[in-house]
T-cell receptor
Framework: KQEVTQIPAALSVPEGENLVLNCSFT??????LQWFRQDPGKGLTSLLL?????REQTSGRLNASLDKSSGRSTLYIAASQPGDSATYLC??????????FGTGTSLTVIP | DAGITQSPRHKVTETGTPVTLRCHQT?????MYWYRQDPGHGLRLIHY???????DKGEVSDGYSVSRSKTEDFLLTLESATSSQTSVYFC??????????????FGNGTRLTVT
C-alpha cells in the first residue's frame, strides 16, 4: 500500500522567508502528485498538479518538483506572507487510480 | 472554485441513527468521491463514483453506502452511525478519469459528531 509522509508536521517562519515543504511516498508507480492548501474549517484547495512525466510545475510564488524515482516531491514557497499560513497536503495518484494523502504540514508565517 | 456544495455543514447525531450526507456539484464532472479526514490519518477514501449508478468501494467503506442517481448528486449514508464515524467528511470531484491531468477539487466538508 502506498504510504505518503510529510515532514515536518508543523513549521513556523518569519515573513519574507523562502521555504520548502517535503512530501515522500513509498511506491514510485504513480500517475501524478497534487499539492493542496487547507485553511481551518475549509476544504482543500488545489495548488499544483505534477504529472509523473514532469519534473516541476510553477504557479506564481509556488514551485513544485517531483523526483519519482526517489519518491519525493517538494513545494517551494517564495517570499512567504502571513496569508500563506495554512496546512499543506500532498496526494499521489497510484496506478490503481486511488489517491493517497499525507497528513500535511501546518505552516505559520509570522508577520 | 469548483462548484461543490456539501450539506449539512455540521451535524450531531446519536449512535444507531441513520445519517445521509449530500454532495452537489455544478461542474458536470464524471467522477465523485467521499473522503473522511481524521487527525493522524490524513484523508481516506470511503467510496467513489465513476458515473450515474456506478460506484465502488474505497479504503474505509465498512458502515457506509453511497448512491448516485444524477450526475450532480452523490449521497453518503451511514446506516447506523457509530462514534468511530465522528469525522469531517469531504466530497471531491474530478472531471475525467484519474491520471488524465485531472485535479481533485473539494467541497468545504461536513463535520459529523456521533454521540
Amino acid at each position: 500500500k502506498q504510504e505518503v509522509t510529510q515532514i515536518p508536521a508543523a513549521l513556523s517562519v518569519p515573513e519574507g522567508e523562502n521555504l520548502v515543504l517535503n512530501c515522500s511516498f513509498t511506491d514510485s508507480a504513480i500517475y501524478n502528485l497534487q499539492w493542496f492548501r487547507q485553511d481551518p474549517g475549509k476544504g482543500l484547495t488545489s495548488l499544483l498538479l505534477i504529472q509523473s512525466s514532469q519534473r516541476e510545475q510553477t504557479s506564481g510564488r509556488l514551485n513544485a518538483s517531483l523526483d519519482k524515482s526517489s519518491g519525493r516531491s517538494t513545494l517551494y514557497i517564495a517570499a512567504s506572507q502571513p496569508g500563506d499560513s495554512a496546512t499543506y497536503l500532498c496526494a499521489v495518484l497510484n496506478t490503481g487510480n486511488q489517491f493517497y494523502f499525507g497528513t500535511g504540514t501546518s505552516l505559520t508565517v509570522i508577520p | 472554485d469548483a462548484g461543490i456544495t456539501q450539506s449539512p455543514r455540521h451535524k450531531v447525531t446519536e449512535t444507531g441513527t441513520p445519517v445521509t450526507l449530500r454532495c452537489h456539484q455544478t461542474e458536470n464532472h464524471r467522477y465523485m468521491y467521499w473522503y473522511r479526514q481524521d487527525p493522524g490519518h490524513g484523508l481516506r477514501l470511503i467510496h467513489y463514483s465513476y458515473g450515474v449508478k456506478d460506484t465502488d468501494k474505497g479504503e474505509v467503506s465498512d458502515g457506509y453506502s453511497v448512491s448516485r442517481s444524477k450526475t450532480e448528486d452523490f449521497l453518503l449514508t451511514l446506516e447506523s452511525a457509530t462514534s468511530s464515524q465522528t469525522s469531517v467528511y469531504f466530497c471531491a470531484i474530478t472531471k475525467d478519469r484519474p491520471g488524465y491531468n485531472s485535479p481533485l477539487h473539494f467541497g468545504n466538508g461536513t463535520r459529523l459528531t456521533v454521540t
